[in-house]
C-alpha cells in the first residue's frame, strides 16, 4: 500500500491568512528549498515566524517575498529569501521594545556619560565616596573572600562594591601610568635609533669618498709608475 503525502494547503508563517482556497491568481503557495545552506538561511528567519516547519510539505505564500526574488516569469529564484511580514506580531513587538529601550533612563544616562572624560568620572566617584557614610560594623560584614556575609544589609553591600570600584580603578591608573613609561621608552629608544642610522648614513658617506680618494690616488701612482719605467728603458 502507497505512502499517503500531505500537503499544506495554507502558509506556514503565523497571522498569513493566505491559503490555495483564497490566494488568488497573483499569489503562489512557495515550497521550502531544498539545500541545506539556503535551508539554515530560512530557520534564521522563519524561527520566530512560524509555529513549526516541515521542509517536504509546509509552504509560504509569495507575499512573503521582494520583488526583486522573482525572475521574469514570476518563478522564485534559488537564492530567494522571505522578507517580507507585514502582519507579523514580532515585528510591532520589537519596535515596541526598541523605542522604550531609546528612551529608557538607563539611556539618558549612558548618554551623559558619554559627555564625560574619564577624569572627571574618577573625581566624581571619589568625592561621592567622600559624601557616603561607612555603614557601621563594615568589616564585621565582610568575609574572607571579600565577599558579604546572609543578611549583610543593601548599604553595606553597596559599600563593599563602591570599595572594589575604587580599587581597580587605582589598579587601572597605575597600569596607565606604567604604561605610558613604556611608550616614553619607546619613543626614547626610537629617536635614539634613529639618530644612530643618520650618523651611519654620514660615516658611509664619508668611507665613500675616502675610497674614492684612494682610487683616484692610486691610478695617479701607476701613471707614475708608467712614466718612471719609459724613462728607464730609454
Known amino acids: 500500500m502507497s505512502e499517503i503525502k500531505f500537503v499544506q494547503t495554507h502558509c506556514a508563517v503565523q497571522g498569513c491568512k493566505t491559503t490555495v482556497f483564497n490566494k488568488g491568481l497573483s499569489t503562489l503557495l512557495h515550497q521550502f528549498p531544498t539545500s541545506v545552506d539556503m535551508r539554515n538561511k530560512w530557520l534564521v528567519i522563519l524561527r520566530s515566524k512560524c509555529a513549526s516547519v516541515d521542509w517536504l510539505r509546509s509552504k509560504i505564500c509569495s507575499k512573503h517575498f521582494e520583488n526583486k526574488h522573482f525572475d521574469h516569469q514570476r518563478k522564485l529564484k534559488e537564492t530567494a529569501i522571505p522578507t517580507l511580514f507585514p502582519g507579523s506580531s514580532s515585528s510591532s513587538t520589537t519596535k515596541k521594545v526598541t523605542k522604550v529601550a531609546e528612551n529608557s533612563p538607563r539611556d539618558k544616562i549612558d548618554r551623559m556619560l558619554n559627555t564625560l572624560t574619564q577624569a572627571e568620572i574618577t573625581d ?59 611608550v616614553e621608552v619607546l619613543q626614547k629608544n626610537l629617536e635614539d635609533i634613529r639618530t644612530s642610522k643618520k650618523e651611519m648614513e654620514q660615516s658611509i658617506e664619508s668611507y665613500k669618498y675616502i675610497v674614492k680618494c684612494l682610487q683616484e690616488k692610486h691610478a695617479t701612482l701607476e701613471e707614475q709608475i708608467e712614466i718612471l719605467t719609459a724613462v728607464e728603458s730609454r
Open 124 to 182: 566624581d566617584i571619589r568625592n561621592t565616596m567622600r559624601m557616603i557614610k561607612i555603614p557601621d560594623n563594615f568589616s564585621d560584614c565582610v568575609g574572607d573572600n571579600l565577599q558579604c556575609i546572609p543578611d549583610t544589609p543593601v548599604e553595606a553591600q553597596l559599600m563593599l562594591l563602591i570599595k572594589k570600584q575604587d580599587h581597580l580603578i587605582t589598579r587601572l591608573k597605575q597600569v596607565v601610568m606604567q604604561n605610558k613609561k613604556h
